[in-house]
């Protein structure tokens, strides 16, 4: 087994590149999709998340009010430890069973927003990072998101600089053009993951 973790600055194209990484067989293990899937009715994620913050983050039918909760954990570092002691745990063991679940000749790949922030690049056997200059991401987020400017340079900042990220980088994957060089950059990519996993 391969294990690759995947980052890349809002914007980069992540869901993308897994996307395609996924077409050519490979284990897609995305973090941000679990952390929505451990907090989900009826889980005991959800029931220790309310047991911790309380009612008022919780929507009429029992769901997540996930407003209600950023509004308290972002202003707030520490309610926001709080709440990564619940989910951060509850998604590290879901990663590990569908990772387990992918097989010894895998190439399991790991998407992870906050993974140089988070200092998880030691995890993985190799880190992909999707790199694209800072204004090109800006330009994304407002012009094909749909984000007010303010915001899409605030979401950024709250992430690693592009050099931090770079710093953690086994393989860089350039995603400054249009799609079709993405496909033959991934393409390539992915020849040389599987040459690593021989």
Known sequence: MLRIGLTGG????KSEVSRQLAAHGAVIVDSDV???EVVAPGTPGLA???AEFGPDVLLPDGALDRPALGRVVFADPA???ELNAIVHPLVRARSA???SAAGPDAVVVHDVPLLAENGL???YDLVVVIDVPDAERLRRLVELRGMA???ARSRMAAQASREDRLAVADLVLDNSGDLEQLTARVDALW???ERRRA
């Open 149 to 151: 400017e303010d915001e």
């Open 79 to 81: 309610r926001l430890a």
């Open 48 to 50: 220790a998340v309310a």
């Open 97 to 99: 069973e569908l990772e």
């Open 121 to 123: 690049a030691p995890l």
């Open 34 to 36: 679990i952390a929505r």
């Open 10 to 13: 809002i914007g980069a194209g």
């Open 191 to 193: 020849r040389e993951l």
